[in-house]
Nanobody
Framework: VQLQASGGGLVQAGGSLRLSCSVS????????LGWYRQSPGKQRELVAT???????NYASSVKGRFTISRDSAKNTVYLQMNSLKPDDTAVYCC???????????WGRGTLVTVSS
């Protein structure tokens, strides 16, 4: 399974960005799709996940500001990020996880920079 993230860039604090992650297989076959991020000097952290039944889970730091969604017709998962803060600056990457299919794939990240 291959994933390709896009949509990162430079934005001012308070602004918005939408990240997209294109998946090479039908996403209805993927149990969980997720977005993770890593800042310099920090460990990778979970941002948000969405299950095949569309149940969502968010890090407390982004709850209420970020929204994860999936479009099966386009085999794409999105991360809408609003009210961005400088602390949101990181490389964001997407993940596809299906334990029973032995799938745990990561895409190359996209850089999000939030200026104060």
């Amino acid at each position: 399974v291959q994933l390709q993230a896009s949509g990162g860039g430079l934005v001012q604090a308070g602004g918005s960005l939408r990240l997209s992650c294109s998946v090479s297989v039908p996403i209805f076959s993927i149990d969980t799709l997720g977005w993770y991020r890593q800042s310099p000097g920090k460990q990778r952290e979970l941002v948000a996940t969405i299950s095949s039944s569309r149940n969502t889970n968010y890090a407390s730091s982004v709850k209420g500001r970020f929204t994860i969604s999936r479009d099966s017709a386009k085999n794409t998962v999105y991360l809408q990020m609003n009210s961005l803060k400088p602390d949101d600056t990181a490389v964001y990457c997407c993940n596809a996880h299906s334990p029973y299919s032995s799938i745990n794939s990561w895409g190359r990240g996209t850089l999000v920079t939030v200026s104060s």
